[in-house]
């Protein structure tokens, strides 16, 4: 790894990669590798040109790097696809990861500024087109709007369920198993409700963060700790 430094604005903090402590070392880890320059680099024997705002790693060494869980590191890397943060070429031998708008947030120009490669949120109508659309359409008078069509159900991917379960509530880490543990469901049930094809995902999420809280007051209920058990104890004795 150069010398040098690389720019990070304080909206940083109101980002959704903030609220894992790992997710965030993993993102900052990627910014402080990634070549500042266009060089050659040798990898294996083989000579590899990594352009700027570029690194070469795999899943097993930005795991050796960074002290995170291979499965982490997968799911945090398809997070960032996902969310257009990365972009990922593949090989058999090696994977070439791109800082997505690099030039532009690392620049001598932004350095002073302080800004860093972070998308706005999906909820960010500054960002998202159709929300705009979607206002536009909210602030014309009723009889203007055109008759709406019934949309097709269309699946979620990972990233959106764990992205969902984190606004919810649910820490990261804990947002990603559910995610896995929750899209592998309805996709094994073709994403039907009983007989019937879901129509709002995200309702199932709220069911099922719902259910999850149930399991774990009952698993309390059924085995109560240590304490709990004392505290019983010596209530059914008259000693407390």
């Known amino acids: 790894m150069g010398s040098g430094w690389i720019t990070l604005h304080r909206d940083l903090k ?18 402080l590798t990634a070549n500042h320059t266009s ?3 040798m990898f294996n024997g083989k000579l ?11 899943r097993m060494s930005l795991s050796a790097k960074t002290g995170i869980s291979e499965r982490k590191v997968r799911r945090f890397m398809s997070v960032l696809q996902d969310e257009a943060m990365v972009s990922i070429k593949k090989t058999t031998k090696y994977s070439i990861i791109s800082i997505t708008n690099y030039d532009e947030y690392q620049s001598s120009v932004h350095q002073t500024s302080g800004k860093t490669a972070i998308k706005r949120p999906q909820s960010d109508p ?32 990972n ?15 804990d947002a990603g198993n559910e995610a896995d543990k929750f899209s592998d469901f309805y996709a094994s049930k073709n994403w039907n409700v009983g007989k019937n ?3 709002d995902w995200k309702a199932a999420c709220r069911n099922w963060k719902r259910r999850i809280k149930e399991n774990e007051t009952s ?4 085995n109560p700790s240590a304490s709990d058990r004392i505290t019983a104890a010596l209530k059914s004795r008259g000693l407390q």
């Not at 700027?52 to 790693?57: A, K, P, Q, T």
């Not at 087109?129 to 055109?146: C, I, M, R, S, T």
Request: aromatic share 10%.
């Open 219 to 222: 698993k309390r209920d059924h």
């Open 39 to 41: 060089k050659k680099t």
């Open 159 to 173: 990233s959106d369920v764990m992205n969902y379960f984190v606004e919810q509530g649910l820490p990261f880490g």
């Open 197 to 199: 094809k879901m129509k």
């Open 14 to 31: 109101d980002h959704w990669i903030f609220q894992d402590s790992d997710a965030l070392k993993f993102w900052v880890y990627l910014l």
């Open 126 to 157: 500054q960002s998202d087109p159709h929300l705009n659309n979607v206002n536009n359409v909210n602030n014309k008078k009723e009889g203007d709007k055109p008759p709406v069509k019934a949309q097709r159900f269309s699946p979620p991917t």
């Open 48 to 58: 590899i040109e990594v352009q700027r705002g570029s690194l070469i790693g795999g």
